[in-house]
């Protein structure tokens, strides 16, 4: 019943920056949790950042400092802002929403930091 749409990874050098975004539709009632999980090719999914409806946030340690996550509740959508990137951060990220519905998760977007 809710989707969620996701954009803005690619391929991008090291100490560049890429801004991803979640967009949630369809019957989507409330959402209080909006989170950003990243999964490493052979690696199991982490979670890399989230924000509450109040926009509350928390980091993972290896990100804090340089990415940054928020969210426009009118638009139901929450963006994660990825600076100085490494390497380390390769990986395909996906957003995960928890609503009145339930648990979502979107599809996945390839980010490779590789000069």
């Known amino acids: 019943q809710v989707h969620l749409v996701e954009s803005g990874g690619g391929l991008v050098q090291p100490g560049g920056s890429l801004r991803l975004s979640c967009a949630a539709s369809?019957?989507?009632?409330?959402?209080?949790?909006m989170c950003w999980y990243r999964q490493p090719p052979g690696k199991q999914r982490e979670l890399v950042a989230s924000?509450?409806?109040?926009?509350?946030?928390n980091y993972a340690d290896s990100v804090k400092g340089r990415f940054t996550i928020s969210r426009d509740n009118a638009k139901n959508t929450v963006y994660l802002q990825m600076n100085s990137l490494k390497p380390e951060d390769t990986a395909v990220y996906y957003c995960k929403v928890d609503h009145g519905l339930g648990i979502t998760w979107g599809q996945g977007t390839q980010v490779t930091v590789s000069s």
């Open positions: 924000i509450t409806r109040g926009g509350s946030t």
């Open positions: 369809g019957r989507v009632s409330s959402i209080y949790i």
